[in-house]
């Protein structure tokens, strides 16, 4: 992979809602719910400090996921990587526990990494943090407008561009941004772009929702966004939005704009990363059915 696709995919892992993110948070709360199916869900608080984990249990999938990010996870179970990891749990006979941290720098390492838990789902297929299993599905980052505000916009070289009030998801440092910003500079539009950070204000439900909330009010004119959240906020929105895969899906040898998603486990965790590639392939009309439902834009894969 070169360089440039690397921070693409790195910019993805951060800037997609879901996806992984990078560099360190200090002290970061780690919140246990168990799905055991007798009695409420159980929430304990992991230690601050380091502390060997709780090994794992055959009879159990620790999940380590968000608890404040739809349309991905939330801690009500209401996202549909929830509901994803429901039915691969129940497909290998295992009782479901999330481990619930925010997507901040660190997360893998101060999750996964640090073995609180088994699997985390949505990092991309060339996550080179963890091992991933197959893709369970592929999106792209799409344009989204306010329906009947001018001709539909989907390439990067459309020259309204350069006129328009753009919004893109970003994450603060320039090297590991999102590809939209990455095109846009290229391209010479930078001042009328403007950024929402993913990581947005924790203290509200769903942060990353800003940029779509943002073209619904028509503080921007359009905004460039991972495919899953577009497509579930802008389902949502007040006012109709419409969604346009961005062309070209590549720009350039280094910067995709679509990308399979898979569920990364531990390095060395073979085992458990073929069960799962058993279970994606036996549960792909159901997992499918899940992502349609919450509005995922699907791709085929594209001609590199």
Same mark, same amino acid.
């Given at each position: ?27 970061? *709360? ?9 009695? %409420? ?8 400090? $380091? ?31 929830? +509901? ?5 749990? #129940? ?13 901040? #720098?660190?997360?893998? #390492?101060?999750?996964? &990494? ?8 949505? $990092? ?5 943090? +963890?091992?991933?299993?197959? %893709? ?5 980052? $799409?344009?989204?407008?306010? #329906?009947?505000? *001018?001709?539909? /916009? ?5 020259? =309204?561009? &350069? ?18 910003? @990455? ?10 772009? =403007? ?9 509200? %439900? ?18 460039? !966004?991972?495919?899953? /959240?577009?497509?579930?906020?802008? &389902? @949502? ?14 720009d350039g040898p280094a910067l995709p704009f679509e990308f399979d998603i898979a569920m990364g486990v531990r390095r060395g965790d073979d085992a458990l990363r073929d +069960? ?8 792909? /009309? ?6 349609? =439902?919450?509005? !995922?834009?699907? !791709? ?5």
């Amino acid at each position: 992979m070169s360089s440039g696709s690397s921070r693409s995919t790195r910019a993805l892992a951060i800037g997609g809602g879901a996806l992984i993110v990078a560099a360190a948070v200090a002290g970061i *709360g780690l919140h246990h719910r168990s799905m055991a199916a007798a009695g %409420p869900p159980v929430h304990l608080e992991a230690p601050r400090v $380091v502390e060997t984990p709780p090994p794992p249990d055959p009879g159990v999938l620790r999940v380590c996921a968000d608890p404040n990010n739809l349309p991905f996870t939330n801690q009500r179970g209401e996202g549909f990587e929830n +509901a994803i990891a429901e039915i691969v749990a #129940r497909d290998l006979g295992r009782r479901l526990e999330y481990y619930w941290a925010p997507q901040r #720098r660190g997360f893998i #390492r101060t999750t996964l &990494k640090a073995g609180y838990c088994d699997v985390v789902l949505g $990092v991309p297929a060339r996550f080179e943090m +963890a091992r991933p299993t197959q %893709p369970y599905y592929r999106s792209t980052y $799409v344009f989204v407008s306010r #329906r009947g505000y *001018g001709p539909r /916009l989907s390439s990067l070289d459309d020259p =309204r561009l &350069k006129q328009l009030r753009i919004g893109v998801e970003m994450t603060g440092e320039d090297y590991d941004n999102p590809p939209a910003v @990455q095109a846009l500079a290229v391209r010479h539009i930078v001042d009328n772009v =403007r950024g929402y950070l993913v990581y947005g204000d924790y203290s509200t %439900p769903n942060p990353p929702r800003r940029v779509i909330d943002a073209v619904s009010s028509g503080q921007v004119d359009t905004a460039i !966004v991972w495919g899953p /959240l577009a497509g579930y906020f802008a &389902k @949502q929105s007040p006012v109709p939005l419409e969604l346009a895969p961005v062309t070209p899906h590549r720009d350039g040898p280094a910067l995709p704009f679509e990308f399979d998603i898979a569920m990364g486990v531990r390095r060395g965790d073979d085992a458990l990363r073929d +069960a799962l590639d058993r279970v994606l392939a036996r549960r792909a /009309l159901e997992i499918r059915q899940i992502l349609e =439902r919450f509005g !995922v834009p699907l !791709v085929s894969r594209s001609e590199e």
